[in-house]
């Protein structure tokens, strides 16, 4: 049996949630050279380490911690006229949140930072213009489209994750612009551990490891869709200059400037839910107008992009568990809904196709619908998946 991306050949699914122990973390060196990690350990009792995070959140003093954070913006606060804190985000509800706590609760001054999307949705550009209608200054990042879409295809092809070029140049636009606006705070929403706990740091630092968006080297060469910059060179007409967007920031300069990421989540006890309705409240963000979205059963995340439920799609291919999936360990998590609840949720729309915009998408990245199935049939595990009665369905479904 061919078992793909170094998965555990045994499936097994948290007793609490309905996370399966198939979802590979990730590690800066999984986005410099596109490796799968190993995946989230399960405990003695079966119980997967998100889950023992949220239930070490409980204990967590949030009055303390807001302190900190105090501390922190004090420190940074400026009255100079300078912007003194970047929220990256695209003006969904989280990025909504945070830069709207800090700038009316907190009096800072903060300048919000947008990586665009692939392709707007119509909801996603509407949310994204009344947030900076809140009372935001914004740039907005547009990487060069012609560049962007022979990448995204590369890395579906390569990867079967479209998603990755626009990972790696969102994650480095921050620091980007931090350097030149000469602003050292960036403060992101929610840290990797409210979705996904891969080892013990991801717990207890309210910052963002450096080496995840930089360099040691300021030559270093960097991996793009699956393979080296000098074979984008070579095999897709790209140059260097294309690639500035996607480069992360030398390790001196970071250190140089003191730029720091935080998480918010870390200082808040942070909760999708609540920023759904604050940032309805204060900004009329809009939801879903399907009512949900395609592949799982909530209407406001992920709302902003075109290429969102392929994305998701793909996670569903490769490890089996998809974007309902997600929505229902969060939910299950929070105490919004029961274990059995989720894995009927998952049951009922995981791996649901995302038919809407998917021509759209096709037409944006150049690749046929037979290319795209051929393609999608070759990334499934055959320790996951079986093909019967001319249909394709996973050997591992959660009860
Ligand atoms: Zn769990």
């Known amino acids: 049996m061919i078992v793909k991306y170094g998965l555990p050949q045994k499936v097994i699914f948290c007793k609490e949630c309905v996370q399966s122990n198939q979802r590979p973390g990730t590690s800066p060196e999984f986005v410099k050279k596109n490796l799968i990690v190993p995946t989230a350990e399960f405990d003695e009792n079966g119980v997967c380490l998100t889950c023992k995070y949220f239930k070490q959140k409980k204990k967590i003093d949030w009055i303390l911690r807001e302190k900190k954070l105090c501390e922190l913006l004090d420190k940074h606060r400026r009255t100079d006229g300078r912007f003194d804190v970047i929220v990256p985000g695209s003006g969904g509800k989280d990025s909504i949140y945070v830069a709207h706590i800090l700038k009316y609760k907190y009096n800072m001054n903060p300048l919000t930072v947008t990586w665009a999307p692939h392709i707007y949705t119509d909801i996603g550009k509407k949310n994204f213009y009344n947030w900076l209608n809140a009372g935001f200054d914004n740039i907005l990042i547009t990487p060069n489209p012609k560049v962007h879409k022979t990448l995204t295809k590369k890395a579906f092809l390569n990867l079967l994750n479209p998603f990755q070029p626009f990972i790696i140049g969102q994650k480095n636009a921050a620091p980007r612009i931090a350097l030149q606006f000469d602003v050292p705070l960036i403060m992101y929403g929610e840290n990797q551990a409210e979705s996904h706990v891969t080892s013990e740091d991801d717990l207890t630092s309210p910052l963002m490891k450096s080496e995840h968006f930089s360099t040691k080297n300021p030559n270093d060469e960097i991996f793009l869709s699956g393979v080296s910059e000098k074979q984008l060179y070579s095999e897709d007409n790209i140059s260097k200059n294309d690639l500035l967007f996607y480069r992360p920031l030398p390790l001196e300069k970071i250190k140089k400037k003191k730029i720091e990421i935080h998480f918010f989540s870390h200082y808040y006890n942070w909760s999708p839910q609540k920023n759904y309705y604050y940032s309805k409240q204060q900004t009329g963000f809009e939801t879903n107008e399907d009512g949900r979205s395609e592949g799982t059963y909530t209407k406001f995340s992920s709302l902003d992009d075109r290429i969102d439920g392929i994305h998701y799609y793909t996670m569903f291919i490769k490890?089996?568990?998809?974007?309902?999936?997600?929505?229902?360990?969060?939910?299950?998590?929070?105490?919004?809904?029961?274990?059995?609840?989720?894995?009927?949720?998952?049951?009922?729309?995981?791996?649901?196709?995302?038919?809407?915009?998917?021509?759209?998408?096709?037409?944006?990245?150049?690749?046929?619908?037979?290319?795209?199935?051929?393609?999608?049939?070759?990334?499934?595990?055959?320790?996951?998946?079986?093909?019967?009665?001319?249909?394709?369905?996973?050997?591992?479904?959660?009860?």
């Open 319 to 399: 490890f089996g568990q998809g974007r309902a999936t997600s929505d229902a360990c969060r939910d299950i998590r929070d105490g919004l809904i029961t274990r059995e609840e989720g894995v009927n949720l998952v049951k009922k729309y995981d791996g649901e196709f995302p038919k809407k915009y998917f021509s759209e998408i096709l037409n944006y990245i150049n690749l046929s619908k037979e290319k795209f199935w051929e393609r999608i049939n070759l990334a499934r595990s055959e320790h996951l998946w079986e093909y019967k009665n001319e249909k394709w369905k996973l050997k591992h479904i959660v009860s």
